[in-house]
């Protein structure tokens, strides 16, 4: 079991890496970014997010690893850049992220200190993180955006937005939750209504967790413009991302 002392250490020993997700652009099937995803890489074995992003999140350390995934990922970004490839890294930040203070000037610093151009930087925050506390989510976004990165609303579609404020909230996206894309085909009634709502902001929909072909034409099909998913690639370790998905 891990506990808050070995997840402290983790912190002073760096035992963290990300894993990268590649998103595609649905008809083309062309890399359109990489959703980057925590491990927590012990001596022994590597530790999967749910095991440990709860109790990072319980005990405040989320935002010191937090801090760590925002400035890798956005070095990673600038990395792939200056070998010829503009990839956009998506990075996840939680609620408790959300309410430290120094948010904005760590995303305006990681990308000074990295030169990653804002536009390559995308940040993906839970519908439900994001409408826990309205006014100041609109501030905070506002913020953001004016810093030129892009913002996506996590697992769309599981939490009770009120249409109204999303209209008033500076996103850039949609990610369609998986279970959703898992209903695809039998049920899709959550998944038209997401997409139509997406095109009627001037969103872009993502669709996360796609699993079978049958799912991918259909999103397809529907004008859904980037999909994420095992049926296309798991989350890997960076020279896999770059032998499969970077090579001219
Ligand atoms: O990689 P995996 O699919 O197991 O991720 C499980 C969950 O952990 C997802 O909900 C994902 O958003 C979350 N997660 C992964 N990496 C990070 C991270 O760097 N920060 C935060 N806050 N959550 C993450
Ligand atoms: O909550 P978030 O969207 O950040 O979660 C990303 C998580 O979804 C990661 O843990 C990743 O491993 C997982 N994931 C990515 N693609 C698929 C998929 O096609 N099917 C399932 N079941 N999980 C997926
Ligand atoms: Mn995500
Ligand atoms: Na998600």
């Known amino acids: ?139 905070l976004l506002a913020r953001l955006r004016d810093l030129g990165v892009g913002i996506s609303v996590d697992d769309f579609g599981t939490g009770y937005s009120s249409l109204a404020y999303l209209r008033r909230l500076p996103v850039t996206a949609l990610k369609l939750d998986r279970s959703f894309v898992n209903d695809i085909p039998a049920e899709t009634a959550i998944a038209t209504a997401v997409l139509d709502l997406s095109r009627s902001f001037g969103l872009k929909t993502v669709a996360e967790g796609v699993e079978t072909e049958e799912q991918w034409h259909w999103l397809a099909q529907q004008g859904c413009a980037e999909v994420q998913g095992f049926l296309f690639a798991r989350p890997m370790p960076v020279d896999l991302l770059e032998r499969d998905f970077l090579t001219a």
């Open 1 to 139: 079991l891990h506990n808050e002392t070995a997840l402290r250490r983790a912190i002073d020993q760096e035992q963290f890496v990300l894993y990268y997700q590649p998103k595609l652009e649905t008809l083309t099937r062309k890399l359109s970014g990489v959703e980057a995803l925590l491990r927590w890489q012990k001596p022994d074995r590597l530790v999967m997010p749910g095991d440990f992003i709860p109790l990072a999140e319980e005990t405040g350390l989320i935002v010191p690893i937090g801090a760590w995934v925002l400035r890798t990922a956005c070095e990673q970004g600038a990395r792939w850049l200056a070998a010829g490839h503009a990839v956009p890294v998506s990075v996840n930040v939680s609620a408790r992220q959300l309410q430290e203070a120094g948010l904005v000037d760590l995303v305006a610093d990681c990308l000074a200190k990295s030169y990653l151009p804002p536009e390559l930087l995308n940040i993906e925050i839970t519908e439900t993180s994001m409408m826990r506390d309205l006014d100041h989510s609109e501030a």
